[in-house]
């Protein structure tokens, strides 16, 4: 089965300090979204691409959230500097534009904590 | 503002009973909406979608209602199993969709579902 890869599955960092989560999505998908699961909030969307490109990341916290798509096979979701309130549960997903009847693939997510 | 709303935070049912799960929405211009199901520790995952022209879509045990009026869907499980026991998440996207765009979710809450013996 194709799948999203996203590394590290458990992160803990302390307060300041910069992090970087990785998702590979899946082969010959063009969309990539960021989400991240809080208790309050569900699922929230900080960002997405679509081949590539950045079409909405207004989602994050500009001040210390980033997302990049270096190539097709590579989004990084950064936290610099990373504060308590980021801890949660980061997840990435991808898809078709072509394809909308069937979701798009979620990652299994990187839980972070941050002390 | 919390456009998709799962206001049943939790939800107990018993084994070969329906479970219905709903979910209300506030933004008109949704179109298309999802239910995704998440077991503990992995993602979400696609279970049935319904686009706005239809009120009714089913698949297997599941199926989801819309009632574009109320703004308002819902999911029913019959007959429910213990492998149901899961986060189940409402889903919607904005139209009108066509190849070449990419249409972002705006997932409500959730809903944990449990099915007992």
């Known amino acids: 089965d194709a799948r999203v890869t996203q590394t590290p599955r458990h992160k803990v960092t302390e307060m300041g300090q910069e992090v970087t989560m990785r998702c590979q999505p899946i082969?010959?998908?063009?969309?990539v979204f960021w989400y991240r699961q809080t208790m309050m909030q569900g699922l929230e969307l900080l960002a997405y691409?679509?081949?590539?490109?950045?079409?909405?990341d207004s989602g994050m916290p500009k001040d210390r959230f980033s997302a990049e798509m270096p190539d097709a096979t590579l989004a990084t979701l950064k936290i610099q500097p990373s504060e308590p309130r980021d801890s949660a549960v980061y997840f990435c997903?991808?898809?078709?534009?072509?394809?909308?009847?069937?979701?798009?693939?979620f990652g299994s997510g990187t839980r972070l904590t941050v002390v | 503002d919390q456009q998709v709303k799962q206001n049943s935070p939790s939800l107990s049912v018993q084994e070969g009973r329906i479970s219905i799960l709903n979910c209300d929405y506030t933004?008109?211009?949704?179109?298309?909406f999802l239910w995704y199901k998440k077991y503990p520790a992995e993602g979400p995952t696609f279970l049935i979608s319904?686009?706005?022209?239809?009120d009714k879509n089913e698949d297997g045990r599941f199926t989801v209602f819309l009632n574009k009026s109320a703004k308002h869907l819902s999911l029913h499980i019959v007959p429910s199993q213990p492998g149901d026991s899961a986060v189940y998440f409402c889903?919607?996207?904005?139209?009108?969709?066509?190849?070449?765009?990419?249409?972002?979710?705006?997932f409500g809450t959730g809903t944990r579902l449990q099915v007992t013996l």
């Open positions: 691409f679509r081949n590539r490109a950045p079409l909405d």
């Open positions: 933004n008109s211009m949704f179109d298309y």
């Open positions: 319904i686009s706005s022209i239809k």
């Open positions: 997903a991808s898809g078709s534009d072509r394809v909308r009847g069937v979701g798009y693939t």
């Open positions: 082969l010959g998908h063009n969309t």
């Open positions: 889903a919607a996207s904005e139209g009108p969709w066509t190849a070449g765009t990419a249409s972002k979710l705006t």
